[in-house]
C-alpha cells in the first residue's frame, strides 16, 4: 500500500513563498511520475505541477508557470512544490499524487492518477 504525506502549507501574505514536501511510502517511487493538484472551495481540482519519474521532464499549469518549480529527490522518496510570488488566488488544498504505471503519460489529468495525498492547506492573504 502506497501512502503519500503533504506537508509545509500555512498561511502567507501575498507574494511571499512556501515549499510543499510529499513523502511517499512503498518500493518504487523512483519509477513513478508525481503531480501537484489543488482545489479551492467551490471548485473543481486542477492541475499544478508534474514531474517523470528522472526529474528531467516538468509540467505546469499556465497560472503557476514562472512562479512555481517542482522537483523531486528519489533516495528520500519526497516531491516538492516550491511555490513564490503567491497570490490569494493560489488559496487552496495541494494533493500531491502518483501517476498510474503504465497509462499514456497525460499529467493533467486528475483521473489517472492512482494514490493521493491528504491534502495541505495553502492560504494567501491580500
Known amino acids: 500500500q502506497v501512502q503519500l504525506v503533504e506537508s509545509g502549507g500555512g498561511l502567507v501574505q501575498a507574494g511571499g513563498s512556501l515549499r510543499l514536501s510529499c513523502v511517499a511510502s512503498?518500493?518504487?517511487?523512483?519509477?513513478?511520475?508525481m503531480g501537484w493538484f489543488r482545489q479551492a472551495p467551490g471548485k473543481e481540482r486542477e492541475f499544478v505541477a508534474a514531474i517523470k519519474w528522472s526529474g528531467t521532464s516538468t509540467y505546469y499549469s499556465d497560472s503557476v508557470k514562472g512562479r512555481f518549480t517542482i522537483s523531486r529527490d528519489n533516495a528520500k522518496n519526497t516531491v516538492y512544490l516550491q511555490m513564490t510570488s503567491l497570490k490569494p488566488e493560489d488559496t487552496a488544498v495541494y494533493y500531491c499524487?502518483?501517476?498510474?504505471?503504465?497509462?499514456?503519460?497525460?499529467?493533467?489529468?486528475?483521473?489517472?492518477?492512482?494514490?493521493w495525498g491528504q491534502g495541505t492547506q495553502v492560504t494567501v492573504s491580500s
Open positions: 512503498g518500493r518504487s517511487f523512483s519509477t513513478y511520475a
Open positions: 499524487a502518483r501517476y498510474r504505471a503504465g497509462a499514456y503519460y497525460t499529467p493533467t489529468t486528475p483521473a489517472l492518477y492512482d494514490y
